[in-house]
Protein backbone atom coordinates (compact mmCIF):
# COMPACT_ATOMS: atom_id res chain seq x y z
CA UNK A 1 0.00 0.00 0.00
CA UNK A 2 1.06 3.35 -0.82
CA UNK A 3 1.94 5.51 2.35
CA UNK A 4 3.83 9.03 3.26
CA UNK A 5 4.74 9.92 6.30
CA UNK A 6 5.76 12.97 8.54
CA UNK A 7 7.55 12.53 11.16
CA UNK A 8 6.96 15.88 12.59
CA UNK A 9 3.56 17.63 13.19
CA UNK A 10 5.90 20.90 14.46
CA UNK A 11 9.18 22.25 13.27
CA UNK A 12 10.52 25.52 14.87
CA UNK A 13 13.70 26.81 13.36
CA UNK A 14 15.21 30.41 14.23
CA UNK A 15 15.14 33.02 11.02
CA UNK A 16 18.74 32.00 9.11
CA UNK A 17 18.67 28.83 10.53
CA UNK A 18 18.46 25.37 8.27
CA UNK A 19 15.55 23.82 7.84
CA UNK A 20 14.61 19.89 6.88
CA UNK A 21 11.39 18.73 6.47
CA UNK A 22 11.61 15.05 6.66
CA UNK A 23 9.25 12.85 4.54
CA UNK A 24 9.46 8.86 4.30
CA UNK A 25 7.43 7.11 1.67
CA UNK A 26 6.26 4.03 0.98
CA UNK A 27 5.26 1.91 -2.57
CA UNK A 28 6.08 -0.61 -4.82
CA UNK A 29 6.32 1.09 -8.31
CA UNK A 30 7.81 3.88 -9.66
CA UNK A 31 7.13 7.28 -7.31
CA UNK A 32 6.58 10.59 -7.97
CA UNK A 33 7.14 13.12 -5.21
CA UNK A 34 6.05 16.74 -3.84
CA UNK A 35 5.66 19.01 -1.80
CA UNK A 36 2.88 21.52 -0.95
CA UNK A 37 2.70 24.31 1.12
CA UNK A 38 -0.33 26.22 2.90
CA UNK A 39 0.07 29.51 3.82
CA UNK A 40 -2.19 30.39 6.33
CA UNK A 41 -5.83 29.98 5.28
CA UNK A 42 -5.02 29.73 1.85
CA UNK A 43 -4.93 27.14 -0.71
CA UNK A 44 -2.28 24.25 -0.66
CA UNK A 45 0.55 25.60 -3.74
CA UNK A 46 2.61 22.94 -5.38
CA UNK A 47 6.11 23.97 -4.00
CA UNK A 48 8.13 21.65 -6.30
CA UNK A 49 8.27 17.84 -7.43
CA UNK A 50 11.43 15.90 -7.47
CA UNK A 51 11.39 14.93 -11.21
CA UNK A 52 11.82 18.53 -12.28
CA UNK A 53 14.57 18.93 -9.67
CA UNK A 54 14.11 22.80 -9.57
CA UNK A 55 14.34 25.02 -6.58
CA UNK A 56 11.55 27.06 -5.35
CA UNK A 57 11.89 30.30 -2.83
CA UNK A 58 15.25 28.68 -1.57
CA UNK A 59 13.40 25.15 -0.67
CA UNK A 60 14.71 21.49 -2.57
CA UNK A 61 14.24 17.84 -2.36
CA UNK A 62 16.12 14.88 -3.48
CA UNK A 63 14.79 11.85 -4.12
CA UNK A 64 16.33 8.67 -2.09
CA UNK A 65 15.00 5.74 -3.30
CA UNK A 66 17.52 3.84 -1.28
CA UNK A 67 15.83 5.26 1.73
CA UNK A 68 13.02 6.30 0.21
CA UNK A 69 13.16 9.34 1.39
CA UNK A 70 11.96 13.08 -0.17
CA UNK A 71 13.57 15.81 2.69
CA UNK A 72 12.82 18.93 1.85
CA UNK A 73 15.63 22.28 3.01
CA UNK A 74 16.55 25.03 2.71
CA UNK A 75 19.56 26.48 4.19
CA UNK A 76 18.45 29.72 5.48
CA UNK A 77 14.83 29.69 6.83
CA UNK A 78 12.72 32.74 6.53
CA UNK A 79 9.79 34.33 9.05
CA UNK A 80 7.70 34.23 5.26
CA UNK A 81 8.79 30.42 4.75
CA UNK A 82 5.92 29.51 7.98
CA UNK A 83 3.24 27.49 6.94
CA UNK A 84 2.09 23.55 6.97
CA UNK A 85 3.71 21.71 4.39
CA UNK A 86 2.75 18.48 2.53
CA UNK A 87 4.74 15.73 1.22
CA UNK A 88 2.42 13.97 -1.78
CA UNK A 89 3.29 10.73 -3.64
CA UNK A 90 1.33 9.89 -6.81
CA UNK A 91 1.01 7.12 -8.34
CA UNK A 92 -0.91 5.98 -11.27
CA UNK A 93 -3.55 3.20 -11.78
CA UNK A 94 -5.85 2.45 -14.95
CA UNK A 95 -7.85 5.46 -13.96
CA UNK A 96 -4.72 8.04 -13.76
CA UNK A 97 -2.99 9.93 -11.43
CA UNK A 98 -3.71 9.73 -7.29
CA UNK A 99 -2.43 11.61 -4.67
CA UNK A 100 -1.25 9.91 -1.04
CA UNK A 101 -0.47 13.18 1.23
CA UNK A 102 1.52 12.58 4.43
CA UNK A 103 0.15 14.61 7.55
CA UNK A 104 2.09 17.43 6.97
CA UNK A 105 3.99 19.18 9.29
CA UNK A 106 3.72 22.60 10.46
CA UNK A 107 7.06 25.29 9.82
CA UNK A 108 7.55 27.51 12.55
CA UNK A 109 10.01 30.60 11.59
CA UNK A 110 10.74 32.33 14.40
CA UNK A 111 12.23 35.57 14.44
CA UNK B 1 -7.42 30.37 -16.71
CA UNK B 2 -9.25 31.26 -13.19
CA UNK B 3 -7.86 28.15 -11.33
CA UNK B 4 -10.07 25.86 -9.44
CA UNK B 5 -13.23 27.89 -7.89
CA UNK B 6 -15.40 27.31 -4.77
CA UNK B 7 -18.09 28.22 -3.24
CA UNK B 8 -18.53 29.45 -0.66
CA UNK B 9 -15.65 30.82 1.24
CA UNK B 10 -17.42 30.55 4.33
CA UNK B 11 -20.34 28.67 5.72
CA UNK B 12 -22.00 28.71 9.00
CA UNK B 13 -24.63 26.93 9.86
CA UNK B 14 -26.80 24.89 11.72
CA UNK B 15 -26.80 21.50 13.07
CA UNK B 16 -29.20 19.53 11.38
CA UNK B 17 -29.32 21.78 8.15
CA UNK B 18 -28.07 21.15 4.41
CA UNK B 19 -25.15 22.18 3.34
CA UNK B 20 -23.51 22.24 -0.34
CA UNK B 21 -20.55 23.23 -1.05
CA UNK B 22 -19.56 23.65 -5.13
CA UNK B 23 -16.49 23.13 -7.33
CA UNK B 24 -15.66 24.64 -10.44
CA UNK B 25 -12.39 22.75 -11.75
CA UNK B 26 -9.88 23.89 -14.48
CA UNK B 27 -10.99 23.87 -18.13
CA UNK B 28 -9.94 20.98 -19.38
CA UNK B 29 -9.46 18.91 -16.40
CA UNK B 30 -11.00 15.65 -16.04
CA UNK B 31 -9.83 14.77 -12.50
CA UNK B 32 -11.99 16.09 -9.49
CA UNK B 33 -10.94 15.95 -6.14
CA UNK B 34 -12.75 16.13 -2.13
CA UNK B 35 -10.72 17.17 0.45
CA UNK B 36 -11.18 17.64 4.03
CA UNK B 37 -9.29 18.92 6.45
CA UNK B 38 -8.78 19.10 10.14
CA UNK B 39 -6.47 19.94 12.81
CA UNK B 40 -6.88 16.45 13.70
CA UNK B 41 -6.70 14.38 10.84
CA UNK B 42 -5.28 16.63 8.43
CA UNK B 43 -5.96 16.60 4.83
CA UNK B 44 -7.96 13.55 4.06
CA UNK B 45 -9.45 12.59 0.48
CA UNK B 46 -13.65 12.34 0.24
CA UNK B 47 -14.03 11.21 -3.16
CA UNK B 48 -12.98 11.81 -6.99
CA UNK B 49 -14.16 11.79 -10.00
CA UNK B 50 -12.96 10.69 -13.55
CA UNK B 51 -14.70 11.96 -16.40
CA UNK B 52 -17.68 12.97 -14.13
CA UNK B 53 -17.88 9.60 -13.00
CA UNK B 54 -17.08 8.64 -9.51
CA UNK B 55 -14.08 6.75 -8.95
CA UNK B 56 -13.49 6.26 -5.45
CA UNK B 57 -15.91 7.35 -2.84
CA UNK B 58 -14.32 5.22 0.13
CA UNK B 59 -13.29 8.18 1.92
CA UNK B 60 -16.71 9.79 2.51
CA UNK B 61 -17.39 9.23 5.87
CA UNK B 62 -21.14 8.19 6.29
CA UNK B 63 -24.40 8.29 4.40
CA UNK B 64 -24.90 11.65 5.08
CA UNK B 65 -21.99 12.91 2.39
CA UNK B 66 -22.72 13.02 -0.81
CA UNK B 67 -21.45 14.34 -4.05
CA UNK B 68 -22.32 14.87 -7.74
CA UNK B 69 -20.71 15.99 -11.01
CA UNK B 70 -23.40 16.68 -13.13
CA UNK B 71 -20.90 17.74 -15.59
CA UNK B 72 -17.64 18.58 -16.80
CA UNK B 73 -17.61 21.97 -14.89
CA UNK B 74 -19.25 21.85 -11.79
CA UNK B 75 -19.20 19.46 -8.85
CA UNK B 76 -21.15 19.40 -5.68
CA UNK B 77 -20.35 18.20 -2.27
CA UNK B 78 -23.41 18.02 -0.03
CA UNK B 79 -23.84 17.17 3.71
CA UNK B 80 -27.73 16.29 4.90
CA UNK B 81 -28.31 16.74 7.96
CA UNK B 82 -24.78 18.60 9.14
CA UNK B 83 -23.43 18.22 12.57
CA UNK B 84 -20.90 20.18 14.20
CA UNK B 85 -17.57 17.47 13.71
CA UNK B 86 -18.07 18.21 10.03
CA UNK B 87 -16.66 21.99 11.27
CA UNK B 88 -13.85 21.55 8.73
CA UNK B 89 -12.05 22.94 5.48
CA UNK B 90 -13.50 21.49 2.28
CA UNK B 91 -10.82 21.61 -0.36
CA UNK B 92 -11.42 20.72 -4.29
CA UNK B 93 -8.65 20.13 -6.74
CA UNK B 94 -8.79 19.01 -10.30
CA UNK B 95 -6.29 17.77 -12.45
CA UNK B 96 -5.50 15.63 -15.73
CA UNK B 97 -3.34 12.72 -17.03
CA UNK B 98 -1.03 15.53 -18.73
CA UNK B 99 -0.39 17.77 -15.55
CA UNK B 100 1.65 17.05 -13.37
CA UNK B 101 0.24 17.90 -9.16
CA UNK B 102 -3.14 18.90 -8.41
CA UNK B 103 -4.68 22.04 -8.42
CA UNK B 104 -6.42 23.42 -5.53
CA UNK B 105 -8.91 25.55 -4.70
CA UNK B 106 -9.29 28.05 -2.08
CA UNK B 107 -11.61 26.06 -0.15
CA UNK B 108 -14.70 26.24 2.28
CA UNK B 109 -14.56 26.69 5.40
CA UNK B 110 -17.34 25.21 6.89
CA UNK B 111 -18.69 25.74 10.68
CA UNK B 112 -21.67 23.62 12.10
CA UNK B 113 -23.04 25.18 14.92
Known amino acids: AQRVTQPEKLLSVFKGAPVELKCNYSYSGSPELFWYVQYSRQRLQLLLR??SRESIKGFTADLNKGETSFHLKKPFAQEEDSAMYYC?????????????FGPGTRLSVLP | DAGVIQSPRHEVTEMGQEVTLRCKPISGHDYLFWYRQTMMRGLELLIY????????DSGMPEDRFSAKMPNASFSTLKIQPSEPRDSAVYFC???????????FGSGTRLTVV
Open chain 1, 88 to 100: ALSTRDNYGQNFV
Open chain 1, 50 to 51: HI
Open chain 2, 93 to 103: ASSSRRASGYT
Open chain 2, 49 to 56: FNNNVPID
